[in-house]
Nanobody, 124 residues
C-alpha cells in the first residue's frame, strides 16, 4: 500500500524558513507527479507546488512563487518543499500527494494518494 509521510512542519516567525519532506514507501515514485497542498482552517485545500519526478519539471501557485522551492531526491524517494520568507498567510496543514497522470498539477482532485499532513504555523 502506498504510504506518503510528511515531516518538517513547525512554528516559525514571519520571514523564517522551513523545509518539509515527503517520503514515499511501497511506491515507485519515478515518473509520477508529487505535489504539496495546504489547507487552512475554514478554507479549501489548495495546490502549492508540484514536481514531475520523471524530468524535474516544477509548478507553483502564484502565491508562493519566488519563496517556495520543490525538489526531489530519487535515491530516497523523497520530495522536499523549501519554504522561505514565510508569511502568516502560509499557516496551514501541508499535505503531500501523488498522481500518475493528470491535467492540472495543482488540482487537488487529480491526486490519488495523500499523506496525513504536517502543520505549519507562521506568527507575525
Amino acid at each position: 500500500q502506498v504510504q506518503l509521510v510528511e515531516s518538517g512542519g513547525g512554528a516559525v516567525q514571519a520571514g523564517g524558513s522551513l523545509r518539509l519532506s515527503c517520503s514515499a514507501s511501497a511506491y515507485n515514485y519515478r515518473s509520477k507527479f508529487m505535489g504539496w497542498f495546504r489547507q487552512a482552517p475554514g478554507k479549501e485545500r489548495e495546490g502549492v507546488a508540484s514536481i514531475y519526478t520523471g524530468g524535474g519539471t516544477t509548478y507553483y501557485a502564484d502565491s508562493v512563487k519566488g519563496r517556495f522551492t520543490i525538489t526531489q531526491d530519487n535515491a530516497k524517494s523523497t520530495v522536499y518543499l523549501q519554504m522561505n520568507s514565510l508569511k502568516p498567510d502560509d499557516t496551514a496543514m501541508y499535505y503531500c500527494a501523488t498522481a500518475r497522470v493528470l491535467v492540472d498539477p495543482l488540482m487537488t482532485s487529480e491526486y490519488d494518494y495523500w499523506g496525513q499532513g504536517t502543520q505549519v504555523t507562521v506568527s507575525s
